[in-house]
């Protein structure tokens, strides 16, 4: 569980709230990459890991920087459109049906994980099966619309297409 860490030690680990995600626990782990705008192809093995903000240390709001340019990531408004205690919005990629919420997300530095973390949770554990299927402009404009429905017409000040 943390020998990516030791492999490599400085790479930011991305997070969301557990009260946000928990809805999402039993769809599964093709959902929960989905949720989290993780398009990783399958099969892959996943575990879902529970901890408290303060054995996070300090959380901040992602930017394109920290996510490499990766398409994946969408941009989330600006402050102070969004509260920084919100932090970003991954961006979810099942369109069919489209989202009507986003959760937040966080980056924190890289923490030991403890057996605890993901026992505490039942010992969640799930192989995907299933490619992403929807192509990534579909979902860009599918998570642009939703931002623009929760923030208004401001959004549109700092994005003016999806693409």
Same mark, same amino acid.
């Given at each position: 569980? !943390?020998?990516?860490s030791r =492999?490599?030690?400085? =790479?930011?680990?991305?997070?969301?709230? #557990?009260?946000? /995600?928990?809805?999402?626990?039993?769809?599964?782990?093709?959902?929960?990459?989905?949720?989290?705008?993780?398009?990783?192809?399958?099969?892959r093995w996943?575990?879902?890991?529970?901890?408290? &903000?303060?054995?996070?240390?300090?959380? &901040?709001?992602?930017?394109?920087?920290?996510?490499? #340019? !990766?398409?994946?990531? /969408?941009?989330?408004?600006?402050?102070?459109?969004?509260?920084?205690? &919100?932090?970003?919005?991954?961006?979810?990629?099942r369109i069919?049906?489209?989202?009507?919420? &986003?959760?937040?997300?966080?980056?924190?530095? =890289?923490?030991?994980?403890?057996?605890?973390? #993901?026992?505490?949770?039942?010992?969640?554990?799930?192989?995907?099966? $299933?490619? !992403?299927?929807?192509?990534?402009?579909? =979902?860009?404009?599918?998570? /642009?619309?939703?931002?623009?429905?929760?923030?208004?017409? $401001?959004?549109?000040? #700092?994005?003016?297409?999806?693409?």
């Open positions: 569980m !943390n020998s990516y =492999q490599e030690p400085y =790479q930011p680990t991305w997070a969301t709230t #557990w009260a946000a /995600f928990e809805p999402h626990e039993e769809d599964g782990p093709e959902r929960w990459l989905q949720v989290l705008g993780m398009a990783k192809p399958p099969p996943l575990i879902l890991l529970r901890y408290t &903000v303060a054995e996070a240390g300090t959380l &901040v709001r992602p930017t394109i920087l920290d996510a490499k #340019w !990766n398409a994946y990531h /969408f941009p989330s408004p600006p402050s102070p459109q969004v509260s920084p205690a &919100v932090g970003g919005h991954p961006m979810d990629l069919s049906p489209k989202a009507t919420s &986003v959760l937040p997300e966080f980056i924190h530095k =890289q923490i030991q994980h403890s057996l605890a973390h #993901w026992m505490d949770l039942g010992g969640k554990i799930g192989r995907t099966q $299933s490619p !992403n299927p929807t192509a990534l402009a579909d =979902q860009r404009r599918a998570h /642009f619309e939703l931002l623009v429905k929760i923030y208004g017409a $401001s959004v549109l000040s #700092w994005m003016t297409s999806p693409l």
